[in-house]
């Protein structure tokens, strides 16, 4: 249900009311809130209130609607509260939609198990059936590590992403991380046979040609929707270097994979001695900011905010074109860090996006582009006000 209308705001831009949003919002004994229920309406959600009101902690639980380890990666005993006095903590959001509604619960079911429990529709549940239902997508202050660390940390953010677009991403990664621990544990041990260690790296190479077709696709989805919209945002473009990447415009697929596992086999001496694959999976996953090609490690603090952000909601564009699992936005902190030209372009995005995003700050005053384009929460106390 798409309807142009102009908001109220200093930015006023066409609003695409959201389609599928969280209407009921439910906390038990999670982190600062022993109780908390929110009733909403379809409009974006902005929380504010001062440092350890319970911004953040209302955007973890959120982010426990989907499968995985939450926003902050936190133990989930830690997530109880203390006042819990031996409860377990539990989050409960119903969703709405043009077809309906859509329970969706999560916790633990006693207060010292280690898995978290998902209920949907109130029967249990995988976690990896919660995509069926939505997709979360974050953007935390912690954000720029991301750029700054490793380029595992980068990997797993773009796999990530490729797996909420296609399911049978996970399903590859795991098989590949399967057949490349055995593999390492026979090397190591220096027990594995020709024949078992070549089943796994041809096993290795299959996966691999799997993996780099689906963040191909990926890419060359999200790059031109990265590139689409003229604002204020430097436009964030993704590549990826490695072995299948250097080879894919001059050879075959098969003769990629055969030329992959004959290398896997090449060096399982290095292999053995540094414990890694010395052609791993990819070798540098770049992110430019695009017009300057200037890679995001060369960014200031606020650019690479910009970049990063540029690519979350070229991500969720994406999804709402796809129509697949209908996302949900949580930003956290996030305006604050941006210059008033990119609040308003942010503002404009949001409020065209037709997604439910939730945004924290401590600053009320940083979200007045939204107008009454979104609605306002402050919370004091542990209380929304
Ligand atoms: N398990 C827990 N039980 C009770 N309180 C907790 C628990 N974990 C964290 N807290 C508290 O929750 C409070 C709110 O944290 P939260 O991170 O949501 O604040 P915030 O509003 O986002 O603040 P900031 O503006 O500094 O980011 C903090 O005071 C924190 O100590
Ligand atoms: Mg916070």
């Avoid at 795991?174 to 057949?179: D, I, L, M, P, S």
């Avoid at 992110?287 to 969720?316: M, P, R």
């Amino acid at each position: 249900m798409n309807t142009d209308a102009h908001v109220n705001a200093s930015v006023a831009v066409p609003l695409s009311a959201p389609s599928f949003w969280i209407k009921d919002l439910t906390l038990s004994y999670f982190r600062s809130y022993t109780q908390l229920s929110l009733s909403l309406s379809s409009k974006s959600v902005v929380l504010t209130g001062h440092n350890g009101a319970g911004k953040t902690n209302i955007l973890e639980a959120l982010s426990y609607l989907s499968p995985g380890r939450g926003l902050r990666q936190a133990k989930l005993g830690h997530v109880t509260s203390l006042d819990a006095e031996n409860k377990a903590w539990a989050v409960y959001a119903k969703f709405a939609h043009e077809d309906g509604e859509d329970e969706v619960g999560t916790g633990l079911a006693t207060p010292h198990d280690e898995r978290r429990t998902v209920k949907i529709n109130h029967t249990v549940a995988p976690q990896s059936d919660l995509p069926k239902i939505t997709s979360i997508f974050w953007m935390t202050p912690q954000i720029d590590q991301l750029l700054n660390e490793g380029m595992g940390h980068r990997r797993r953010f773009v796999d990530k992403l490729v797996a909420s677009l296609y399911p049978a991403h996970t399903q590859h990664l795991h098989r590949y991380e399967y057949a490349l621990r055995e593999r390492s544990h026979l090397l190591k041990d220096g027990q594995g046979d020709d024949v078992w260690l070549s089943s796994l790296e041809k096993k290795m190479a299959e996966e691999s040609m799997a993996i780099h077709s689906l963040r191909q696709s990926f890419l060359s989805q999200i790059n031109p929707l990265s590139l689409a919209p003229e604002t204020a945002f430097p436009k964030a473009s993704l590549s990826l270097e490695g072995f299948i990447e250097a080879r894919a415009n001059d050879m075959a697929s098969l003769d990629i994979e055969e030329a992959l596992a004959k290398t896997l086999r090449q060096n399982r001496v290095d292999d053995a001695r540094t414990g890694e694959v010395k052609w791993g999976l990819i070798k540098r996953l770049l992110i430019f900011a695009c017009g300057t090609q200037k890679k995001a490690e060369f960014c200031s603090t606020g650019e690479q905010k910009a970049l990063l952000l540029s690519f979350i909601l070229a991500n969720v564009r994406l999804h709402v074109r796809e129509k697949k699992n209908a996302p949900i936005l949580l930003l956290d902190e996030v305006v604050a860090h941006l210059d008033e030209g990119r609040r308003e372009a942010l503002c404009s995005e949001i409020l065209s996006l037709g997604v439910q995003s939730w945004m924290t700050g401590t600053d009320v005053d940083a979200f007045a582009p939204f107008g009454d384009g979104v609605q306002h929460l402050k919370i004091k106390n542990g209380q929304i006000e």
